[in-house]
């Protein structure tokens, strides 16, 4: 039991020795994790294996606590062991001092016995009396003996059993102890363990002391860099602050000032709105005197530009001509005869050659239009002379040529691609459209007939009716048609059903419309009157579109009769219109109007400042070659007749004969023009036949040399 104590006691200072080294090595512990908290390593490789560490050191504390508490457990055991060991020793001791005691009063009486029989021997009566109650009481005794040695032997049990505890108790003792040193191991193997982790994380931590001192010796470096860097920045922003300084000051004092002026801009800006105001006002009114001025100057240059565009027009010649070439048709059939004898020259517009009789003859004309030409492009080089009548100018439109050569195509066209008519009107419109804010324009139409020399009305009431030219009765020298249908047209839709009543009344007034028209002239008269609102002056512009009869010469075994007179007609009317065209353009003093009725109708729109346009209209085909040689002829020689010096009228010589038909004499003998063949050297007319507007183109002849 001692022994067990003694043992007891070494093993719980010893627990205690252990427990204050757990207790200093926890407190080292704690230390290096606050230590790894101070510098912590995040990308250390170590931490993990300290992780580990701990983690073990962990499972080797919680494995010396449960050790711990198996020992302590121990510990009472053997306690409660060593007080049952003492009991059962002190019970013992009872037991033994009894045994004793019980065997010395047994002996004592055994003596006692022995004595008095051993007296009674010697008194043998009494002794075998004696002897007699000794053998009852020796039986008495033996009995006692007996349950003594009963009792003995019980004791004697009682002891071997409580030796057998004993033992018992001595082998726990023994494994107990076995266990303890086991546990000893254990603890030792713990500690060992406990030893290489505290190493191991030792070295860790020196580990990790180098690295975060190497860190720190980086970060420090590093730092000093910057620092130096920030140092040289500073000084930088330091000499910047110093100039700015300067700046600083002058925006101050500008932000001074800009406060004062904002402070004082309400009151500036009443003033300056009060001052621009009326500098406006005055501007305005200054603009609007500006303005009239202006106004006043633009009429001028307007009325200023109307004259050099009139003096321009003069200047090229009042009287223009043009050729146009019709493309090949299904009519002029197949073969030789429908082939292409006419040519262009590709870099000159004016220019036209003809293949006749194997020889190719040029002309030179003021403009050509090849058969591809469209009515468009054609339009567009007439388009200035119809505007000029919105000026008040008059203006003549001819188309010349033998029939079927396209005289008809070119002036009205067809529905779907009009000619020069409609879109004459067409333009008239949108041009008197766009002056309407300062003008009132009135246009109004007429068609007329010539067939015979008669003039007949195609938009009145009676056709067959021959109307006469007058000269009106005021004295002014204007010439009127009385009786003569004027319609008022306001659109293209009017224009369209005029054309068509006109077109309806000569179909039915004719067999044979064709023919007919080929062998009269169609006038169609366009009248525009003006009156400016402003200044109240009035204009009147008429445009004539004539399509002519056609020029071809009939020859003289197949002309007779009605045949015979209307080829004499036609030859008299066109060779008057040549005399006359020749007597404008080489500004002789006399002007043969009257030769027919044609020219004497057309009188006041061929003369003075009025523009004529000659459209020469010719057939490319093989077959007509004589024929477009004649007109070419014709054209060329209304050409010809230069406007310029007089002197070149002089070498210029007289004025071809329209060769229709070979007549003994000219039919139109009843005018002075006709008589004398024209351009022979009137240079000097006597001053009775001058009108008052050949006697301005003269005077303005000599003023320009
Ligand atoms: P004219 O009036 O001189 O007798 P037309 O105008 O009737 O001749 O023309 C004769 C034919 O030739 C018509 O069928 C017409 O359509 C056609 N023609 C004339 N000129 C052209 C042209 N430039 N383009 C196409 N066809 C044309
Ligand atoms: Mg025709």
């Known amino acids: 039991g001692t022994d067990a104590e003694k043992h ?9 020795r252990l427990r204050q080294e757990m207790k200093a090595c926890e407190a080292e512990l704690q230390e290096l994790r606050w230590q790894q908290q101070q510098a912590p390593c995040c990308d250390c490789p170590h931490l993990q294996e300290n992780a580990g560490l701990q983690e073990q050191l962990s499972q080797l504390q919680r494995e010396a606590e449960e050790t711990r508490a198996k020992l ?78 009963s009792r003995n032997q019980y004791l004697q049990e009682q002891v071997g059993m409580q030796k057998q505890v004993l033992k018992e108790m001595e082998q726990q003792l023994q494994s107990s102890q076995k266990t303890e040193a086991q546990l000893r191991a254990q603890i030792m193997m713990y500690e060992a363990e406990l030893e290489r982790a505290h190493g191991q994380m030792l070295e860790e931590m020196q580990a990790m002391e180098e690295e975060k001192n190497r860190a720190i010796e980086e970060a420090f470096s590093r730092a000093q860099v910057e620092m130096k860097a920030v140092h040289e920045n500073l000084a930088g922003v330091r000499t910047n602050l110093l100039t700015l300084q300067p700046a600083l000051r002058t925006l101050t004092h500008d932000y001074n000032n800009l406060k004062r002026q904002v402070r004082d801009f309400p ?26 001025e202006l106004l006043r100057k633009y009429r001028r240059e307007l009325q200023l530009r109307k004259k050099c565009h009139n003096e321009l027009v003069r200047l090229k010649g009042n009287i223009r001509v043009f050729g146009r070439v019709r493309p090949i048709t299904k009519e002029d059939g197949e073969g030789p005869e429908a082939a292409n004898a006419v040519t262009f020259d590709a870099d000159d517009d004016a220019v036209l050659h003809l293949l006749h009789k194997g020889k190719q003859v040029s002309f030179e004309l003021d403009k050509v239009f090849p058969p591809q030409a469209s009515q468009e492009e054609v339009f567009q080089e007439v388009q200035a002379l119809v505007t000029s009548c919105i000026d008040g100018y008059n203006v003549c439109i001819f188309a010349y040529g033998q029939t079927g050569a396209g005289k008809t195509y070119t002036m009205e066209g067809t529905a779907a691609n009009p000619g020069i008519n409609q879109r004459a009107l067409q333009l008239l419109f949108s041009e008197v459209r766009g002056k309407a804010a300062d003008w009132d324009y009135t246009i109004t139409v007429s068609a007329a007939e010539i ?34 249908t004027e319609f008022r047209v306001q659109s293209v839709e009017d224009i369209n059903k005029v054309f068509e009543f ?42 004539n579109l004539v399509d002519l009869a056609g020029s071809e010469r009939v020859g003289r075994s197949g002309a007779e009769g009605s045949r015979l007179r209307e080829a004499q007609h036609i030859n008299k009317s066109l060779s008057a219109l040549g005399d006359v ?93 006709s008589a004398a063949p024209p351009g022979r050297g009137h240079a000097s007319p006597s001053p ?18």
């Open 502 to 543: 006109g077109h309806v009344k000569r179909v039915t007034e004719c067999t044979n419309l064709n023919e007919h028209s080929s062998r009269s002239h169609a006038l169609l008269i366009v009248t525009v009157r003006g009156l400016d609102r402003s200044t109240g002056l009035r204009t009147t512009g008429k445009l």
């Open 72 to 149: 302590v457990e121990l510990d009472l055991e053997v306690q409660q062991k060593t007080n049952r060991l003492a009991e059962v020793e002190l019970r013992l001791k009872d037991s033994l001092a009894e045994r004793a005691e019980e065997e010395e009063r047994l002996s004592r009486r055994l003596r006692d016995s022995q004595e008095t029989i051993a007296s009674l021997k010697s008194q043998p009566q009494q002794i075998k009396y004696i002897i007699k109650t000794v053998e009852v009481e020796s039986t008495k005794a033996k009995q006692a003996l007996c349950e003594t040695q």
């Open 451 to 484: 067939y015979n020399e008669a003039l007949r009305d195609l938009l009145g009431k009676e056709p067959q009716e021959k109307l006469e030219i007058k000269l009106c009765p005021d004295g002014s020298g204007q010439l009127y048609v009385p009786g003569l």
């Open 267 to 292: 009151l500036l800006l009443q003033e300056t709105l009060r001052s621009a105001r009326a500098e406006i006002s005055q501007a305005i009114e200054e603009v609007h005197s500006t303005n009239r």
């Open 688 to 705: 009775g036949q001058l009108s008052s507007r050949s006697a301005s183109i003269r005077r303005k002849l000599h003023t320009s040399g």
């Open 8 to 16: 007891r006691d070494l093993l719980a200072a010893e627990n205690e």
């Open 581 to 673: 065209i020749y007597a404008l353009r080489s500004r002789q003093g006399h002007v043969p109007f009257r030769n027919s009725k044609l020219t004497y109708l057309l009188q006041d729109s061929l003369s003075g400042d009025s523009k004529t346009l000659m459209m020469v209209q010719v057939s490319p085909a093989e077959k007509n070659t004589s024929e477009t040689l004649c007109s070419l002829k014709f054209a060329e020689r209304v050409r010809s007749v230069e406007l310029g010096p007089v002197s070149r009228k002089a070498e210029l010589g007289s004025w071809p004969s329209q060769e229709h038909l070979e007549v003994p004499k000219r039919l139109a003998g009843d005018s002075p023009g």
